[in-house]
């Protein structure tokens, strides 16, 4: 499985139908993939946060030696829209001090180490136990998990003047649903 920066809800869906999963860490890397971006709603509807990136060597497209670029004030960016997205929903204070240090300074060089503490995270937020593995030695099947779907509604914090976003970021249903998250991923 890839490890892609706060995952689909699909994603995490699958995750939870596993006893324990495996992120590859030697396949190519490609930009424009959900590996350095997600989707959240905010108050002007869905907003894409990206991760900047080192510029790659060239003949280097190998995912575990994919950089974070710090060059810009990304972080700070990021956790910005959170909270403009997600201030005012019934969870972000409860659950904001799991994510936020993250996103207080620069602390991993490389961007699977970020996207991976991300989703011990989620995990811990979902109270999710399944054994995380890190596989260095074989190729990844080309299977996306991008692909997968997740369309059941639940109210999300703009839903009064935004029509409803499927599939956005994990954190959107925790955000908004927060103890309930992972009910929603078992029974849909």
Known sequence: ?????????????ELLNNKE???H?????????????TEIVGPNGKMVL?????????????????????????LKQHWKSFESAYRRSVYFEYYEDKFKELYKKPSFEYLWEFNFELIKSVLSVLKIQDALILNRESKIEDKTYNSLYFSKQYTQVFSSKIAFEENLSIIDLIFNTGPNAKQYLMFS
């Not at 499985?1 to 869906?13: D, S, T």
């Open 25 to 37: 860490l030697n396949d190519i890397y490609h930009r424009q993939t959900y590996r350095n971006r």
């Open 1 to 13: 499985m890839h490890i892609n920066y706060l995952p689909n809800i699909a994603y995490f869906q």
């Open 50 to 74: 990206s991760i900047p990136t080192l510029k790659l060597e060239p003949g280097e497209r190998n995912f575990e030696n994919i950089r974070i670029s710090y060059s810009e004030s990304w």
């Open 21 to 23: 999963f495996v992120f």
